[in-house]
DNA sequence: ATGAAAGCGCTAACAA
DNA sequence: TTGTTAGCGCTTTCAT
């Protein structure tokens, strides 16, 4: 194995001024820099990463804490790793993948005094979340995919919800609709709630009333099965709503197919807007989804970009951003006036 | 911050007692011990990752090399990430995730150079993978989720192709099909080819004609869209089969949207066995797909203890693994029978 | 502009 | 059964 001693014998100095040569942490005589990085790249040599979080007391890790159980297969969760997990790798860090279905606050500090871990990026914020008290407390640096009720002390990436809403149901009612409804995750107040839940619902609520909709609320699991429920739920109790706007992603295609079980027609029946789904992903279902695009790989890049900033103690201007997302038209959505000819017939 | 010293000095015993006593890698007096792991537990004291791995040579983390792009959606892979990540926690290894769109051998060998890394678990693996022979000249213990043309020397967990085409063909001859095709990730010689691919390929042509059934197939990339141009491709070379064995976990929900847009029926025009679909994503579908069983989330798992039990010198007896999966009958499989009835209404 | 040297917190060989 | 001690490879302060 190669040592920055063995480096710094061919190049004739010391291992102090190899370490100078690789940081750029004092000035250094150009010559003899290139004459190290030279035989660096000869030698392969790569810094041991455990000698130099001992020595500096710095970790060229960060963690992310992702929701991950047996079963958990929501699509976008696999776009924030991914990305947040690019962005990382981008920096020359390396990205732990922590999971924390039963998440005890104590291994996340565990992992912290460990030393392994110089920030964590945290996805499906709770509006109240545990986790992010106890990160300030222990003075670790974190940023969060989403965001709780008051994060104005945090770094946060999430989604611009009014927009995104606004976005949504305009061009509804540019369709023609008037009574809608809206698919949320199920919001039991016995329970963590999601900021994501929260904010989604009362931004709807705010601009339905805004451009003269009539909204109603379905909640559901989010999971495929509890998907077709909802569709059933919807028809039996309000007939009368003729498009529908998704948040969680797989009740949204739950409730596609439950609806082709029933042998309804969409767009024609129903329209369906979904908020949640990255514009990459329309295909997965059937018909394309109309979606208001969720750019979620960007949105991770963004948050590791912040907490690295933070960590290495760059000025971070934006450490606190809010995308909307554009409207992909898809096949899923209708004007009105062809659903009510297509119900004549 | 605790360190060894610290919970030694309380103790009053030495800071390798200390050691022994939390590794049990000598006999310790059970008193001493206990009075010691009291205090460890008093002073809430984690030892420090970057030392312990300087001073021993040895890390608690194990890689994982992961195919992510910006959309990069099976959910599949998902299921991979989360089973392997679970089972490294719970023997107290983190997990990093490594991006390896591009792959760089030499990216990993700096990785596992830095220390940062005790072992490797590959997904994706193809017949001829450079990335094997580099692990291997380099001395870095790895597990394949998957396995290469000649994995006689490696470590991995796979599936048991023959087993499972067997197991999903003999369900066609019973459902009384006998023309039928097989959908496979597109395959071309100027392209690396996973063994996935190649595997199952053979084992369907294999157990096919031992089955006295007639069986074309079908190419594409593993992609919802390309899905439904497979599925025009198969109505259009070969209208007179009557079933469709699926690979390509994303192809085939594609490759159902398809034939719901040509307004076919499945399974009544058409049945669907996927072979690449965890039972608990069958209802991302629509229909319920009849799928014999992936169970990603455990082969993860069984992957990740391989190699961390070769890493700990542990003695593995079953360091390759083959698993089958059982069929799980969901709603897109039909008998023959009903199908000519149906044409006949 | 560069070198020397003192640790960082832990492990493991060697002693006792 | 336990203690002592010499590093692991690097960073950083203090000298030069």
Redesign the pocket.
């Known amino acids: 194995?190669?040592?920055?001693?063995?480096?710094?014998r061919r190049a004739?100095?010391?291992?102090?001024?190899?370490?100078?040569a690789?940081?750029g942490?004092?000035?250094?005589?150009?010559?003899?820099?290139d004459r190290i990085l030279k035989i660096v790249a000869e030698l392969n040599?790569?810094?041991?990463f455990?000698?130099?979080a001992?020595?500096?007391?710095?970790t060229k890790t960060i963690a992310m804490l992702f929701p991950g159980n047996d079963t958990g297969i929501s699509p976008v969760a696999l776009q924030y790793i991914t990305g947040a997990t690019n962005a990382a790798s981008a920096r020359g860090y390396a990205m732990i993948l922590w999971p924390s279905a039963n998440v005890d606050p104590h291994e996340i500090a565990a992992l912290a005094k460990s030393?392994l871990l110089g920030a964590v990026i945290l996805m499906e914020i709770e509006l109240e979340d545990s986790r992010i008290n106890y990160l300030q407390d222990q003075g670790i640096p974190f940023a969060m995919i989403g965001r709780t009720r008051n994060p104005e002390k945090f770094n946060y990436v999430d989604r611009d919800f009014e927009k995104v809403s606004n976005t949504a149901l305009t061009y509804f009612k540019e369709l023609g609709h008037r009574k809608i409804a809206f698919l949320t995750q199920d919001i039991k107040t016995s329970v963590p709630i999601k900021g994501v839940d929260a904010r989604f619902q009362s931004a709807i609520l705010k601009y339905s009333k805004k451009l003269g909709l009539d909204a109603v609320e379905i909640r559901s699991q989010n999971d495929a099965y509890a998907g077709r429920l909802a569709y059933r739920y919807l028809r039996e109790n309000h007939p009368d709503v003729t498009a529908l706007l998704a948040l969680p992603d797989l009740t949204t295609i739950g409730f596609l197919n439950g609806a082709h079980e029933e042998g309804i027609s969409i767009p024609k029946d129903l329209s369906v807007i979904s908020v949640n789904t990255p514009k990459s992903h329309i295909n997965l279902s059937w018909p394309k989804l109309t979606t208001v695009d969720l750019p979620a790989y960007a949105m991770a890049m963004a948050a590791v970009n912040i907490a690295l900033d933070k960590i290495e103690g760059k000025q971070v201007l934006n450490h606190q951003q809010l995308w909307a997302g554009d409207l992909i038209v898809g096949d899923s959505t209708a004007p009105l006036i062809n659903n009510m000819v297509n119900k004549a017939n």
Request: no cysteine; charged share 15%.
């Open positions: 194995m190669t040592t920055r001693a063995e480096v710094a004739g100095v010391s291992a102090s001024t190899v370490t100078y690789l940081t942490a004092r000035s250094i005589k150009p010559e003899t820099r040599y790569v810094p041991h455990a000698a130099g001992l020595a500096g007391g710095k030393g």
